[in-house]
């Protein structure tokens, strides 16, 4: 099994530009997550799914966007990236939402000039 | 606001020493911990969780200890070696939101760097 799979790894973008980082989980997984996580702090999360077709928002989702129109894939958007959302970006999903461990995607650096 | 904090934000130790990691929580609501490594470079990887009806679990080389009387988490290492130097990262899970429908967010604390000395 790949676990949870991000792409890309690494990422420059101009300031205004936009893109899309996907998540990829193997493990038929119900919840997924996007957290982003900054130097000094713990990570935060951005937006969560519990379902295909459902998303929901969490502690910092302003500028981003998300998607899950699979239940296998995770969608995480940026509509006009700011210097602000230079980060790391982490997906994890769950076999359910309580209680159970969330298991981690390797990363996406993402740094917005 | 209500957050997940450690006190301790690096720790070093010899090869072979135990290693202590604390947390403090201020949500009493919370229900369920996990503890984290991050490697460097990599995502968190799970290492070892408890919920809020036990004050002790052990796996293996690591335990962890809840006391709910003043919402405290640690995890102890026992035989540290280099292999365990990462940060860790305590998180827990609130359970059930103002809707009251539980989602499971997680919420981290801010991590501790574990250096382990050969």
């Known amino acids: 099994n790949a676990g949870v799979t991000q792409t890309p790894k690494f990422r420059v973008l101009k300031t205004g530009q936009s893109m899309t980082l996907l998540c990829a989980q193997d493990m038929n997984h119900e919840y997924m997550y996007w957290y982003r996580q900054d130097p000094g702090m713990g990570l935060r999360l951005i937006h969560y799914s519990v379902g295909e077709g459902t998303t929901a928002k969490g502690e910092v989702p302003d500028g981003y966007n998300v998607s899950r129109l699979k239940k296998q894939n995770f969608l995480l958007g940026l509509e006009s990236a700011a210097p602000s959302q230079t980060s790391v970006y982490f997906c994890?999903?769950?076999?359910?939402?309580?209680?159970?461990?969330?298991?981690f995607g390797q990363g996406t650096r993402l740094t917005v000039v | 606001g209500e957050s997940v904090g450690l006190h301790l934000p690096t720790l070093s130790v010899q090869e072979g020493d135990n290693s202590i990691i604390n947390c403090a929580y201020s949500n009493s609501a919370s229900d369920y911990f996990i503890w984290y490594k991050q490697e460097s470079g990599k995502g968190p990887q799970f290492i070892i969780d408890?919920?809020?009806?036990?004050d002790k679990r052990q796996g293996q080389r690591v335990t962890v200890l809840l006391n709910k009387t003043v919402k405290h988490l640690s995890l102890q290492i026992a035989a540290t070696q280099p292999g365990d130097s990462a940060v860790y990262f305590c998180a827990e899970n609130r359970g059930t939101n103002a809707g009251g429908t539980s989602y499971g967010k997680l919420t981290f604390g801010q991590g501790t760097i574990l250096t382990v000395h050969p």
């Open positions: 994890a999903s769950s076999i359910q939402g309580l209680n159970t461990e969330a298991f």
């Open positions: 408890i919920r809020s009806n036990m």
